[in-house]
């Protein structure tokens, strides 16, 4: 069971858009929709933006939006705003009842 | 509106057992996995394990052999012990919810608990 692969570090500008990419196998992002996506700012708990691929929990500004293709899902940031600068996490059920997470990518709002 | 509220050791020595306990406050305790996730300094998380209302588990494989996750259903509490602690093993743990059935998503965490591993 190892790590899911993201960008150690993603950029852009106010008001762009930013994706991050979550490359993981057939095993756990490409054989199910369960992936989930979670923002954790510095020093705070992870907080759920995505799961289920693509669907946003209440609350969730619909900037936030997810996607996956193969064995390659993404979480896109619209509107790039100061208070995205944060780590994502994906993470993917990855069989037998376990999950595996990403190594995290740190977005940074220039 | 649920909250998790956990608590244990902060500071143990290499080889003993890290012990921490999570709480949950309002909301079933019934309809939900109850989990463990770790993240060291400066890393990313790590999902360590959970557990169902009936004591039913799920484990990291990686750590199979040293965790043991309980619960407590009078309290509405579920606890983590990892055995043989080493260095590797500092990091902050979260207690999260995940819903039963095809639900594979954290969506409720408690604050963390950092353990320092140092002889």
């Known amino acids: 069971q190892s790590a899911l692969t993201q960008p150690r570090s993603v950029s852009g500008s106010p008001g762009q858009s930013v994706t991050i990419s979550c490359t993981g196998t057939?095993?756990?992002?490409?054989?199910?929709?369960?992936v989930s996506w979670y923002q954790q700012h510095p020093g705070k708990a992870p907080k759920l933006m995505i799961y289920?691929?693509?669907k946003r929990p209440s609350g969730v500004p619909d900037r936030f939006s997810g996607s996956k293709s193969g064995n390659t899902a993404s979480l896109t940031i619209s509107g790039l705003q100061a208070e995205d600068e944060a780590d994502y996490y994906c993470?993917?059920?990855?069989?037998?009842?376990?999950?595996?997470f990403g190594g995290g990518t740190k977005v940074t709002v220039l | 509106q649920v909250q998790l509220q956990q608590w244990g050791a902060g500071l143990l020595k290499p080889s003993e057992t890290l012990s921490l306990t999570c709480a949950v406050y309002?909301?079933?305790?019934?309809?939900?996995?109850w989990s463990w996730i770790r993240q060291p300094p400066g890393k990313g998380l790590e999902w360590i394990g959970e557990?169902?209302?009936?004591?039913?588990?799920n484990y990291n494989p990686s750590l199979k052999s040293r965790v043991t996750i309980s619960v407590d259903t009078s309290k509405n509490q579920f606890s983590l012990k990892l055995s043989s602690v080493t260095a590797a093993d500092t990091a902050v743990y979260y207690c999260?919810?995940?819903?039963?059935?095809?639900?594979?998503?954290?969506?409720?965490w408690g604050k963390g608990t950092t353990v320092t591993v140092s002889s």
């Open positions: 999260g919810r995940r819903g039963v059935g095809a639900t594979f998503y954290m969506d409720v």
């Open positions: 557990i169902d209302h009936s004591g039913s588990t």
């Open positions: 309002g909301g079933s305790f019934s309809d939900y996995y």
């Open positions: 289920d691929v693509s």
């Open positions: 993470c993917s059920y990855a069989r037998i009842y376990t999950v595996v």
């Open positions: 057939s095993s756990d992002v490409g054989g199910f929709n369960y």
